[in-house]
């Protein structure tokens, strides 16, 4: 255990773990990498978290499971960043797995916890909230570690830091309060529009509706998302953006400027599938 990690766990500035069917899994180590230019994946080996490296500062997008903190904190360290340097958390949405790790990062730094308005209340309760498609019904991570000090920003949210602007784009369907973010990432002189797309998938707790607004507005947003700018298209979990696959052909591979629509393709057909199985 690298040092930096062993006295932050004496400090207790970690959460307790969330135990689930799929947590050992998705919290799996895995090696950090540059993807392009200033953005780097410090996540596990299911659960992305992204870096960005500007002038002023990091930027941290997600935090995984309570046990993901430690990990991202590893990762991000061994590339030779700090991890008191993150400015800004952002989140995509505020289920367990995603938001777990963020009440530790922020205590590590401080930073700016930015997320959207609906997601920024279940953060500050530390649980879900009862409009969540899997709120109740005996899902897993009903509760998770809350983070007391969250800013809830709208759609077209934008922070200018170092050299670097953030956009947060609402994209809700999973959640009503999905973040996707966006931002560019050059090297030398080329300069690629780099998406984090929230997770899209219609998932929730038995019994719950699509049918009944939720899936008029995923349909938007699939809309959006497949006509947005979008050179490299990252997202929340490993499968949905083809995280070791591309690994394995180099970083190039994440070069896709087709990732966001066929993601959006992908995602309509779930729904479609989804509300059909609502009809009585
Ligand atoms: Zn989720």
């Given at each position: 255990m690298p040092d930096v990690l062993l006295w932050l766990t004496l400090l207790g500035v970690f959460d307790a773990a969330i135990d689930c069917y799929d947590c050992e899994q998705w919290n799996r180590p895995q090696e950090p990498f540059r993807i392009y230019g200033n953005t780097w994946y410090v996540g596990t080996g299911g659960l992305a978290s992204i870096l960005i490296d500007t002038d002023a500062g990091l930027i941290l997008l997600d935090g995984g499971l309570p046990q993901s903190a430690e990990v991202i904190v590893g990762n991000i360290s061994a590339l030779g960043f700090r991890p008191k340097d993150i400015r800004f958390i952002g989140l995509s949405h505020a289920h367990f797995d995603h938001a777990g790790g963020i009440g530790a990062l922020q205590r590590l730094n401080g930073a700016t916890v930015v997320a959207s308005q609906d997601a920024a209340k279940a953060l500050r309760a530390g649980s879900l909230q009862s409009n969540d498609p899997q709120f109740g019904g005996g899902m897993t991570g009903q509760m998770f570690p809350a983070v007391a000090d969250v800013l809830g920003v709208a759609d077209g949210w934008q922070m200018r830091m170092g050299g670097v602007t953030l956009t947060a784009l609402h994209t809700p369907g999973h959640t009503w309060g999905g973040m996707s973010w966006t931002w560019q990432a050059c090297e030398k002189d080329r300069c690629l529009d780099v998406v984090y797309v929230d997770s899209l998938s219609p998932v929730s707790r038995t019994?719950?509706?699509?049918?009944?607004g939720l899936g008029d507005v995923l349909g938007e947003t699939l809309g959006r998302v497949a006509n947005l700018d979008c050179d490299i298209m990252l997202s929340t979990h490993d499968f949905s953006f083809g995280l070791h696959q591309k690994l394995a052909q180099g970083a190039k591979a994440f070069i896709d400027d087709q990732g966001c629509r066929s993601r959006a393709d992908k995602t309509l057909i779930q729904l479609e599938k989804r509300l059909k199985s609502e009809q009585p």
């Open positions: 019994g719950y509706r699509f049918s009944d």
